[in-house]
């Protein structure tokens, strides 16, 4: 019988073991865990937070490694493909997910729920917080990366009135809801920001995308405009960021990720009131356990039949 | 020159003034300017909060009110039309803002914003708080008065996934986005109840819509049913949904109206864990000013002009 480590936050390991015997499943609680056990598993599921460059050297040739999450920036994934080690991620677990997260991010700025929501501990009563409100309908939003969860994200925006714009590397590849000239290359990014008023980002980091949001994108967005992340932290050079706030080039930052994660206790983003800060919860919900689940487990039975694994990177 | 009484507690007053000197303005700061002018005015503007029935003893046949608002409960509009006074609402110019409203209350909800923003305000990186998140996609709302705000609503819905139902008290004269059989007249309404995820009210205050959501609709929905209300609070028997939410029988509820405004700081509503309380300002926005303002100069050469007016209620 195949044998998985699973190492996670979540109840992965015991949500697939009520699911069914095969495989058998190793559930590790600790990085010493997975060293004990890697060496004879057939397959390892983890996330990029729990993930160790030195399980490397525990990692034999046709093992299987599935990702709870999409970004993998954090994966050695060329080191797993010169070692013959197969690599997938949770690409289409994720998209409807963080895509509702990025709206609570958006309406979350423009209905002011920091302040009223402190007002609400306080027991306040105070409706002068309405004129601090923005209606988003008929202004325009920016999506950096129209890969599934920025497609999903451009899908729900239209209903709400906002003229979509999107950004993608293979303009021509894009089969979406944008039409033609709605969709522009990274090379003509820049030309849209002087009339972005939502920039949501939502990239893969990569090296082309590592501090493609920085100081030069918060100068040429309008200071009303507002930047919501979902992606990765460092896609954002976050002190070009913070200092946009706090010159008021920016009005506001919806943020899910950080350059560091967890975010510093010291960090200003804390604090202010122009940021909602959401500690890289974008992907998860209560069901995701049992989601993810039944995702490994259609992969799994894939892999026992020899047929092309789901989200495959390498 | 026509004179017109602007009696509220945003600058609609000086934004009109800034427009134009037809008609010219009266600034009300209290009930006692009102009482001092309204004799002599053509026009009054206010919103329902700043109504009081004893304005009714200056109003003189031939006035012509303008609300601010769209509920127009609070006003005696049956005493309007025996005088011969005209009474406007504004409704055209709330539905997209409270359909925004409505979407930042149920996200509040499902992305746990209440206790992710004390965890911001106290630095603390805890993404436990993501195992209670929900997904909304494929769960099934019932919109509760298909007006412009409920259609408004509806259509945004079907974006994200929702399975859209919507309850009218006259679906014969329904032409919006929901297909015939989704557009329930009030009397079935109880029996969507069991599949309903997610109740938005959007309903005018009536005596027919007093209290129908009572003990026996949180009984009739499942416990794991939220609560969006962006109508009128007395449409919600409050007592009846505080005992649903203590006793479970409720998931959560995000309320921008109540059955006392301002909400009495004694309220059980204020502290609790599943609830996003908002101080009745779905219909807010910065440029809530500027916005009215143009609405009502409209209204007003209409009026001027003899034409008839939008958004007349008697």
């Known amino acids: 019988m195949p044998t998985a480590v699973i190492y996670h936050d979540t109840p992965i390991a015991s949500t697939v073991e009520d699911l069914t015997d ?10 010493a865990d997975v060293r004990d056990h890697l060496a004879d598993a057939d397959i390892f599921v983890t996330n990029p937070n729990h993930w160790r460059d030195d399980f490397l050297d525990s990692l034999s040739a046709g093992t299987w490694i599935q990702s709870t999450s999409i970004g993998y920036d954090a994966f050695p994934v060329d080191e797993f493909a010169d ?14 997910v963080v895509s509702e997260h990025a709206f609570a991010l958006m309406f979350a700025l423009s ?38 969860i920025g497609e999903s994200i451009a899908r729900r925006a239209r209903a709400f009135g906002f003229e979509v714009f999107g950004v993608k590397r293979t303009p021509s590849i894009y089969s979406g809801v944008l039409t033609g000239d709605r969709v522009v290359a990274t090379e003509q990014f820049h030309e849209l920001l002087p009339e972005t008023d939502l920039l949501v980002l939502t990239v893969p980091l990569t090296d082309e995308t590592h501090h493609a949001i920085d100081a030069s994108v918060f100068s040429a967005l309008p200071d009303s405009a507002v930047v919501v992340n979902v992606a990765r932290g460092p896609v954002v050079d976050q002190d070009a960021l913070l200092a946009a706030l706090e010159t008021g080039e920016l009005r506001g930052a919806g943020l899910d990720v950080f350059e560091d994660e967890p975010l510093p206790r010291d960090s200003p983003l804390w604090e202010r009131d122009d940021t909602v800060v959401t500690p890289h919860v974008g992907g998860r919900s209560e069901d995701f356990a049992i989601r993810f689940a039944r995702l490994f487990l259609d992969n799994y039975r894939r892999w026992r039949d020899g047929e092309s694994l789901a989200n495959r990177i390498v």
Chains 1, 2 share one sequence.
């Open 83 to 96: 070692r013959d080690v197969t690599f997938t991620n949770a690409e289409t677990l994720h998209d409807t």
């Open 22 to 31: 095969d495989p058998t499943v190793v559930a590790a609680e600790s990085d």
């Open 111 to 148: 209905r002011r729920l920091g302040p009223v929501l402190d007002n609400q501990r306080r027991r306040d009563w105070d409706r002068s917080v309405g004129a601090e409100m923005w209606l988003w309908e008929g202004t325009q939003m920016t999506v950096f990366g129209l890969g599934n």
